[in-house]
């Protein structure tokens, strides 16, 4: 008799344990993963971003190079005419062509930095829009977390908690 209610006993707390399991285990965070390569890739504003970047980075480079062309055309111009200039002329000029090369180095510098800015700037602006989107999108669907992946950063992720795809569409409408 002694067995039996043991044996009821333990059978009792199996299923017990069981049932605490499937529960706990149903209950488990809601955790996710988005490939970030590939959300940036086919994100709309990140690609009219990057068309436009590289508008601008046309534009610039095309003041960039006419400038030293023109600078490049005084260099000529100052060779050709050395020969008949004083050496108080040459080293005017020398000390002109200087200050062209200097002010074409400085213009080239605070372009790059001011377009350097103006990406990151506005590339903070994407991301700001797309972070908020998948923070209400893992609110809506009851994620506890949701994690960014770039390169092979989580070592192993199964397919099933990819949302790359619902985020790209959902960023993308």
């Known amino acids: 008799m002694n067995t039996r209610i043991t044996n009821l006993c333990i059978a009792i707390l199996t299923v017990i344990v069981i049932a605490l399991g499937v529960i706990i285990f149903t209950k488990a965070d809601k955790v996710a993963y988005i490939d970030t390569g590939k959300l940036l890739e086919q994100s709309k504003e990140m690609q009219v971003l990057k068309k436009q970047l590289e ?49 074409l180095m400085q213009y080239q510098q605070a372009v790059q930095q001011k377009t350097q800015e103006e990406e990151q700037k506005k590339a903070k602006e994407v991301l700001a829009s797309i972070n908020s989107k998948i923070k209400e999108y893992g609110d809506k669907k ?28 959902l960023i993308n409408q």
């Open 55 to 103: 508008k601008e980075q046309a534009l610039v480079k095309g003041n960039i190079d006419t400038l030293t062309i023109e600078f490049q055309q005084a260099l000529k111009d100052y060779e050709k005419a050395q020969v008949k200039m004083s050496s108080k002329e040459k080293q005017l000029s020398q000390e002109l062509l200087r200050n062209k090369q200097q002010q």
């Open 142 to 169: 009851g994620y506890k977390l949701i994690l960014a992946t770039s390169g092979g950063n989580i070592a192993y992720g199964d397919k099933s908690a990819d949302i790359t795809e619902e985020i790209v569409k």
